[in-house]
């Protein structure tokens, strides 16, 4: 199609750039032109990987005037900064999750990219892969009756036992729920729709973590966040869910995502996946089914969010893994918090769209409407 592909520039080229500088080279609507990181070895090292042609700065990439988007894959801490610094370059910009770390960053975000009629697009976007896809696809044809009420668990004893560097997981910005929550909240969402008000309760159960992973193995980590996060989340349509993050359980027996509606419940895969299995159980079932997938992207397909609103730039349509979704998470995942030291219920004054399924027949590495 005619304007494809947008040229793409990536900021950050940590552990998860690699998925992304592979699979936005393969699809339709995206070529990577250019990397840039703070350690411009690393960068280099990932381009000569992937096949991208220049590692430059991040303000030479930035001041490149054939780039279109710039992917942000920056720490959380410096989200805002760079996707901030992206739009007054006149760049698109698609944040890793989350969004920011603070709610006004998000906000300064959001209006740059109104004034300038550019697009802000953030991760995660695994609600785009065939498993999340089949689930809202099967509650929006009324397979399991209108939803009631959902659970969400994603527990662990914390990363220091096997990531690199792992202190920014508990540091402020960091947590289960800044860190995973996304991926949960966002497949709520996008299947049962924006939430009006939630409550949370949260603790650090640990204040200092030891790191046992190499190379930092020994050090010791100052928690500043908490590490327990429950909550509830009250959609606008009715529905209830509980959610619970932990980076403080050494073994649990829970189901990851599960929704339930008037004539029958859904068991949903992974969020932080692209596939299956989708297992459903009608009213009158005797046992769990597992439904077929539907659509290509079923593999580990991060950077299909970013394809997605590269075709939406080209043709004028909302993209998916929007910046107004991606803050209405970020609201929704700080007000867990601030219920719990309130003691209150939070009202949400952020709100969006469902985004649009994607379209049935979908060719691999295509995103055409």
Not at 90 to 110: C, H, T, W
């Amino acid at each position: 199609m005619a304007g494809f592909p947008l040229k793409i520039g990536v900021v950050g080229c940590g552990d998860i750039s690699g998925i992304y500088l592979k699979n936005l080279q393969t699809f339709h609507e995206t070529r990577v032109v250019a990397c840039a990181d703070l350690v411009r070895e690393r960068a280099a090292a990932k381009a000569a990987e992937y096949g991208v042609p220049r590692v430059c700065s991040t303000q030479e990439l930035l001041s490149d005037p054939q780039i279109e988007i710039v992917v942000n894959l920056t720490v959380p801490r410096a989200h805002g900064e760079i996707a901030v610094a992206a739009l007054e370059a006149g760049k698109s910009v698609y944040n890793e999750k989350p969004l920011a770390i603070k709610r006004a960053d998000a906000q300064r975000m959001l209006a740059i990219a109104r004034e300038r009629r550019l697009r802000v697009g953030c991760a995660p976007d695994t609600f785009l892969g065939a498993g999340l896809q089949t689930c809202r696809r099967l509650i929006d044809d009324g397979t399991i009756g209108t939803p009631v009420a959902a659970t969400a668990f994603m527990v662990c004893r914390g990363h220091e036992r096997w990531h690199p560097d792992p202190e920014f997981f508990y540091h402020v910005g960091g947590g289960p729920m800044l860190d995973m929550g996304p991926y949960y909240v966002t497949a709520l969402v996008q299947m049962i729709g924006p939430v009006r008000r939630v409550c949370g309760s949260t603790r650090i159960t640990f204040p200092e973590r030891t790191i046992t992973s190499q190379p930092k193995h020994g050090q010791k980590i100052q928690v500043e966040t908490p590490t327990h996060i429950t909550g509830v989340l009250d959609f606008v349509s009715g529905a209830v869910a509980t959610i619970a993050t932990s980076f403080d359980i050494w073994h649990a027996n829970l189901p990851l995502l599960e929704v339930h509606g008037s004539d029958g419940s859904l068991s949903v895969p992974d969020p932080n996946g692209f596939g299956g299995p989708v297992r459903l159980r009608r009213a009158e079932d005797k046992e769990w089914i597992e439904a077929p997938l539907e659509l290509p992207y079923s593999e580990n397909s991060r950077g299909v969010g970013v394809a997605d609103m590269a075709h939406a730039i080209r043709t004028g349509r909302p993209h998916r893994a929007s910046g107004e979704l991606a803050y209405h998470v970020l609201d929704i995942m700080h007000s867990f918090q601030e219920s719990s030291q309130q003691g209150r219920h939070m009202e949400l004054k952020s709100t969006c769209q469902r985004p649009a399924l994607l379209p049935k027949g979908l060719r691999p590495g295509v995103l055409d409407d």
